[in-house]
């Protein structure tokens, strides 16, 4: 299994509301990353997870929530977010979390829209 | 704000020419770079890397080369085909972080 896969592929939801996006892996890697992709523009990074602990978030409001269950699993918890928090949601994952030749395997991303 | 960028938004080319995207980036402190491919509605696909004690490497269809002097990165697609009409990213690995830092991207457009 060489594939990155996220649940649910579309997401719609108020701001009031509580949703997950969850992303599974099975190819070993022991580092997971979440992304958030505005339309036309690169992905950004939000959290890298090492060995199932969080090493780094860069600076992410805390109405995202990530959590890695195990060393397959990532799921980015979502409370109160607001319109401008709709974007494609990007999960992947690697080998390591370390610099070097590191290539990270996208899923297809879950589109949340925040209404 | 990003540390890897794009000269050209967008480029369109006759379907079996060569094309090449470009990319220039600030830090030189990265040692690892890789082109990524995204069709609508996929996360982006691996295409092809380079390490920063290389200034060339290819594969099918693709070259990448690298020009640490002028921090500048291309991609050469050969014979290009309808499917690699996409945006292509650029990404740079930073030494000693964790983190892939994407530039902002060239769609290309591939005429029939």
């Known amino acids: 299994d060489t594939e990155v896969t996220q649940t649910p592929k579309h997401l719609v939801m108020g701001m009031t509301n509580k949703k997950s996006l969850k992303c599974e892996q099975h190819m070993g890697h022991r580092a997971m990353y979440w992304y958030k992709q505005k339309a036309k523009k690169p992905p950004e990074l939000m959290f890298v997870y090492s060995y199932e602990k969080l090493s780094i978030n860069e600076s992410v409001p805390s109405r995202f929530s990530p959590e890695c269950p195990n060393s397959s699993l990532l799921n980015l918890h979502l409370h109160a977010l607001q319109p401008e928090d709709s974007a494609l949601y990007l999960c992947?994952?690697?080998?390591?979390?370390?610099?070097?030749?590191?290539?990270?395997?996208f899923g297809a991303g879950s589109r949340l829209t925040v209404l | 704000g990003e540390s890897v960028g794009l000269h050209l938004p967008t480029l369109s080319v006759q379907e079996g020419d060569n094309s090449i995207i470009n990319c220039a980036y600030s830090?030189?402190?990265?040692?690892?770079f890789i082109w990524y491919k995204q069709e609508s509605g996929k996360g982006p696909q691996f295409i092809i890397d380079i390490r920063s004690n290389m200034d060339k490497r290819q594969g099918q269809r693709v070259t990448v080369l690298l020009n640490k002097t002028v921090k500048h990165l291309s991609l050469q697609i050969a014979a290009t085909q309808p499917g690699d009409s996409a945006v292509y990213f650029c990404?740079?690995?930073?030494?000693?972080?964790?983190?892939?830092?994407f530039g902002q991207g060239t769609r290309l457009t591939i005429n029939p």
């Open positions: 992947a994952s690697s080998h390591e979390a370390v610099s070097g030749a590191n290539v990270l395997t």
């Open positions: 990404a740079e690995m930073i030494q000693g972080a964790q983190k892939l830092v």
């Open positions: 830090n030189s402190a990265s040692d690892y």
